[in-house]
C-alpha cells in the first residue's frame, strides 16, 4: 500500500467515503453488540454515504432498502453509535439551522471548510493537523481522542 499523502482535500465529498467498509459492523460485533438487520443497512448507508448525513437523511436512504426501518431505529442507532465512540455528530457551523450530522470515525481526523454562503463542506485531512493534536498532548499531558474542527470562511465562488 502506497504511503499517504500530506495532505488530502475533498472537492465537496466525504474525504473517507468508501473507507473500510463494514468496519462499523465489524467494530460492533467485535463489542457483542446484536446487528439486527434494520442496525446492518444503517450501518451500510452511513459508511457508504458521500455527503454528511443527518437522521433524516439517514432514514430516507435506509427506507429505499428495507422500508420497516423507523426514526426510533435510526435514533437508537445513532445514539448507540456515539455512546461507543464510533461516529462523531457534527452541526457544520449550523449553515443548515439546528440539524447535526453523522460521520463514522476514519484512520486519521480531519477538518470541516464550510461556505459560508453557498454552504458546501469539503473535509481537509493533513499531517500537520496530526502533528499539532501530538504537540497538544505533549503540552497539555493528554491524550486526545476526539477532534472535531470546523472552519467557516467564502469558496471561490462566493468570495466577495
Request: one cysteine or more; glycine letters at 6%.
Amino acid at each position: 500500500m502506497s504511503p499517504r499523502p500530506q495532505r488530502r482535500i475533498s472537492s465537496g465529498e466525504r474525504i473517507n467515503a468508501y473507507e473500510k467498509r463494514g468496519r462499523l459492523q465489524a467494530e460492533l460485533g467485535r463489542r457483542g453488540i446484536r446487528l439486527t438487520r434494520q442496525r446492518r443497512v444503517l450501518l451500510r448507508v452511513m459508511e457508504t454515504a458521500r455527503r454528511h448525513l443527518d437522521a433524516h437523511d439517514l432514514l430516507r436512504r435506509a427506507k429505499r432498502i428495507d422500508p420497516r426501518i423507523d426514526r426510533v431505529t435510526v435514533y437508537r442507532t445513532i445514539d448507540l453509535l456515539k455512546r461507543l465512540g464510533l461516529i462523531d455528530e457534527l452541526d457544520l457551523l449550523h449553515l443548515r439551522g439546528d440539524r447535526h450530522f453523522y460521520e463514522s470515525h476514519a484512520a486519521r481526523d480531519h477538518i470541516h471548510i464550510a461556505c459560508l454562503r453557498c454552504g458546501k463542506v469539503r473535509e481537509v485531512e493533513s499531517r500537520l493537523f496530526e502533528s499539532l493534536k501530538r504537540q497538544i498532548e505533549r503540552d497539555l499531558h493528554m491524550k486526545i481522542t476526539t477532534t472535531r474542527t470546523e472552519i467557516g470562511g467564502y469558496c471561490d465562488a462566493c468570495r466577495p
